[in-house]
C-alpha cells in the first residue's frame, strides 16, 4: 500500500500533450481517491479528508469532492452496468484510470445537478490529464451516449433482463445481490420486508453528522452549531457541513464525531441501571474508541472503572487517544478471545462491539459494500463466537453485557446470541428494547418479536446497529 492510502497524493501519469486548462480541484480530489480506493484498497474516510486539506479547498468545494467521492463508489455497481452498455465493453476491459473517470462521468450526468456540457467536457479534460490521448475519445463517446438517456431510462434498460426482485433492485440500489439478500431476510424477520426499498436507498444518502457530548465534559456547547438528535441524550448533528474538527471543543476530545446508533449503543449498558460506585467495566474490544470514550466518561460519572482491551497495538494507541480527556482509563492490548480466561467473574458490566462486516455503516464507507463477501461473514461469525464466549466469563454473576454490531446480518446479530444462549444454560437475554426506551428522547420505532434492538438507517436514521443485552446468573 503506497503514501496514498494515507491521505497523500498518488503520482499521476504525464500528460500526454501540453494542457492549457487545469483540472478543477474539486474533481482532482475525487479522482486522486477514487484511484487510493480501488489500487491500494484505501479507506475513501480517512484519504479523503487529508486530500481536501492538502488540496486547500474551500468549503464549497470540499463538499463537491465528497460528493463525487462518496456518491461514485455507492452507485459503483450500477455505474459500471451503464458504462458497460454505453461503451458495449466488458467492465474487466477498460483500463482502471479511464473506469474512474467515466464513473466520475456518470454519476454527474445521472445523479447531480451538473450540466450536462460541463460533467462530459470536464471528464474529457481529465482524459486529457490522466490517461492516455486514445482514451480521450473513448471517454467523450461513452459519456455522450450514456447523457441520451436519464436515470429512470437507465435503470429500466440495465435491469430488463433480471428475472426476479432481488436482482433488479440489487442493481438499480447498487448493492452486491447477497447484500440485498441478507437485508430482505434481516427485514422479513421484523415482518418489514417491505421496507426493503427504502433501506437500499437509505445507503445511498449521505448522512449528517453526528455528534456526542461527553457527559460531565461537554454539558454546555456554546460553539458547535448544532440541533439535539432524534433519540440520544448526548448527542447532536451537525448544522453546516464542513470538517468538525474546526471547532476546539472537538480536537479536544470532550465531543467526537460519533452516529447516533453507536451513543445508543454504549447508553444502553451504561444507563440500564444505576451505577454502584467502584463498579468494574470492560470495553473488550475497544477500537478505535469511540464508544470506549462516552463509556469512559458515563463510568467516570457514577465512580466506575472502566478498562478498554484491544488486540492490535496500533488500533489501542487510538483508543488511548480517544480518551485523553477522560481521566484514569486503563488501555491494555490483549486477545479479547482470551481475556475471560485470564478474568473470569471480573466486571460488573461489558461492552462487546463485536468486529464485523460493516453492513450497518455502508453509507458512510460505501467501498466495503464491493469489499466484503459472504466468505467474511463466515469467517466474522466464528470470531464473534468466541468473542462473546471470553466476555461472558469475564462478567460477573448478575453482571450486565451488551453484545453490539454494527451490521443487521442475522448470522451476525440473532445467530450470535441464540448460539451463546444454547451453549451457556446459566445466560439469559434481558429486554434491550425496554433499556433503550427509558434511555432515548423519544419511541424507537422497533420492529419484531426479539428482546434485542435492531436500528436502521432508512428508520431511525442512524447506522443499522444491533443490540442485545445479556446477564448470568448468579447461581
Known amino acids: 500500500m503506497n503514501d496514498a492510502s494515507n491521505g497523500a497524493p498518488r503520482e499521476r501519469r504525464k500528460p500526454a500533450a501540453r494542457r492549457s486548462r487545469p483540472v478543477t480541484p474539486s474533481r482532482g480530489v475525487a479522482f486522486d481517491v477514487l484511484m487510493a480506493v480501488m489500487l491500494d484498497d484505501a479507506y475513501a474516510n480517512l484519504v479523503l479528508p487529508n486530500r481536501i486539506k492538502a488540496a486547500g479547498l474551500s468549503t464549497n468545494d470540499a463538499g ?22 454505453a461503451a458495449a465493453r466488458d467492465i474487466d476491459t477498460i483500463d482502471p484510470v479511464v473506469l474512474i473517470i467515466l464513473r466520475l462521468g456518470v454519476h454527474q450526468l445521472l445523479n447531480m445537478r451538473v450540466a450536462t456540457h460541463a460533467a462530459v467536457d470536464e471528464s474529457v479534460n481529465m482524459a486529457e490529464h490522466f490517461a492516455s490521448l486514445g482514451a480521450v475519445g473513448f471517454v467523450n463517446a461513452v459519456l455522450r451516449r450514456t447523457s441520451r438517456h436519464d436515470l429512470e431510462d437507465w435503470q429500466e434498460f440495465v435491469t430488463k433482463d433480471e428475472k426476479n426482485d432481488d436482482s433488479r433492485l440489487s442493481i438499480i440500489y447498487s448493492h452486491p445481490l447477497w447484500i440485498e439478500r441478507a437485508f430482505r431476510q434481516a427485514l422479513d424477520a421484523e415482518g418489514r420486508g417491505s421496507e426493503l426499498e427504502k433501506c437500499l436507498a437509505a445507503d445511498n444518502i449521505s448522512p449528517r453528522v453526528t455528534l456526542v457530548e461527553l457527559p460531565g465534559f461537554a454539558e454546555t456547547n456554546d460553539e458547535v452549531e448544532g440541533e439535539p438528535t432524534t433519540y440520544s441524550p448526548v448527542g447532536m448533528s451537525l448544522n453546516t457541513g464542513g470538517d468538525p474538527l474546526r ?36 470495553d473488550i474490544c475497544a477500537g478505535p474508541g469511540g464508544k470506549a470514550a462516552l463509556l469512559a466518561a458515563e463510568a467516570l460519572a457514577g465512580g466506575a472503572m472502566l478498562t478498554a ?14 480518551l485523553k480527556a477522560v481521566p484514569g482509563v486503563e488501555v491494555v492490548v490483549g486477545d479479547g478471545t482470551e481475556y475471560g480466561t485470564a478474568h473470569p467473574n471480573t466486571y460488573d458490566r461489558i461492552l462487546l462491539d463485536a468486529p464485523c462486516t460493516g ?42 453485557l451488551a453484545y453490539v454490531t454494527c451490521s443487521p446480518h442475522l448470522a451476525e446479530t440473532r445467530g450470535i446470541v441464540e448460539g451463546a444462549l444454547r451453549k451457556n444454560a446459566h445466560v439469559a437475554e434481558l429486554d434491550a428494547r425496554e433499556a433503550l426506551a427509558r434511555v432515548a428522547l423519544q419511541d424507537v420505532d422497533l420492529a419484531g418479536k426479539d428482546l434485542s434492538v435492531q436500528l436502521w438507517p432508512h428508520r431511525q436514521g442512524t447506522d443499522a446497529m444491533f443490540i442485545a443485552l445479556l446477564t448470568k446468573s448468579k447461581n
Not at 249 to 278: M, N, P
Open 64 to 85: 463537491l469532492a465528497t460528493e463525487l467521492t462518496y456518491g461514485t463508489l455507492r452507485m459503483q455497481g450500477f455505474y459500471d452496468r451503464v458504462i458497460a452498455n
Open 309 to 322: 482491551n484491544e488486540i492490535i497495538p496500533g488500533r489501542a494507541d487510538l483508543v488511548r487517544n480517544a
Open 247 to 282: 471547532f476546539a471543543r472537538v480536537r479536544d476530545g470532550i465531543v467526537r464525531v460519533q452516529d447516533e446508533g453507536s451513543q445508543l449503543a454504549a447508553l444502553t449498558l451504561s444507563r440500564h441501571h444505576d451505577v454502584v460506585e467502584g463498579e468494574k467495566w470492560l
Open 359 to 400: 453492513l450497518g455503516a455502508l453509507r458512510r464507507r460505501p467501498e466495503a459494500r464491493w469489499r466484503k463477501t459472504p466468505r467474511d461473514v463466515a469467517e466474522l461469525t466464528g470470531l464473534q463466537a468466541k468473542l462473546l464466549e471470553s466476555a461472558l466469563k469475564a462478567l460477573k454473576p448478575g453482571g450486565l
